[in-house]
Nanobody, 128 residues
Framework: QVPLVESGGGSVQAGGSLRLSCAVS????????MGWFRQAPGKEREGVAG???????TYADSVKGRFTISQDNAKNTMYLEMNSLKPEDTAMYYC??????????????????????RGQGTQVTVSS
C-alpha cells in the first residue's frame, strides 16, 4: 500500500474554485496511473480525472473544461484544480494510484475508483 493524503477540500458557493492536493508517498512504480474519483451520498463512485506517468490526462464529461489535473513530481504531489463549481460537484473526493501494467492507463479516469491505492478523502461542498 502506498499512502496517499488528500487536502484542500471545503465549502464554496456555486461558481467558486478549490484546489485539491494529494501527497503521494514514495513508491516503486516505474510507470503509473493516478487520478481522482468522488462519491456523493447515495450515489455510486464516479471517476473524475486521470493522469499517467507520461502526463497524459483524461476527464469525465461532467468536469471537462472546469477541472484540471496535474502533478508535480518534485513534490510528489498531484492536484485537482476545480473552477466554476456546481452544487452537483458536492462529494467526497479521493485520490488514487496504481502501477501501470499496460502502455496506457486502461479506461483513463473511468476506473480510478478501482486503483489499488487510495486516500481517505476530502469533502467538497458547493452551495447554490
Amino acid at each position: 500500500q502506498v499512502p496517499l493524503v488528500e487536502s484542500g477540500g471545503g465549502s464554496v458557493q456555486a461558481g467558486g474554485s478549490l484546489r485539491l492536493s494529494c501527497a503521494v508517498s514514495e513508491h516503486t512504480y516505474s510507470t503509473y496511473c493516478m487520478g481522482w474519483f468522488r462519491q456523493a451520498p447515495g450515489k455510486e463512485r464516479e471517476g473524475v480525472a486521470g493522469i499517467d506517468s507520461d502526463g497524459s490526462t483524461t476527464y469525465a464529461d461532467s468536469v471537462k473544461g472546469r477541472f484540471t489535473i496535474s502533478q508535480d513530481n518534485a513534490k510528489n504531489t498531484m492536484y485537482l484544480e476545480m473552477n466554476s463549481l456546481k452544487p452537483e460537484d458536492t462529494a467526497m473526493y479521493y485520490c488514487a494510484l496504481e502501477g501501470r501494467g499496460r502502455p496506457y492507463c486502461y479506461g483513463g479516469y473511468r476506473f480510478t475508483y478501482a486503483y489499488a491505492n487510495r486516500g481517505q478523502g476530502t469533502q467538497v461542498t458547493v452551495s447554490s
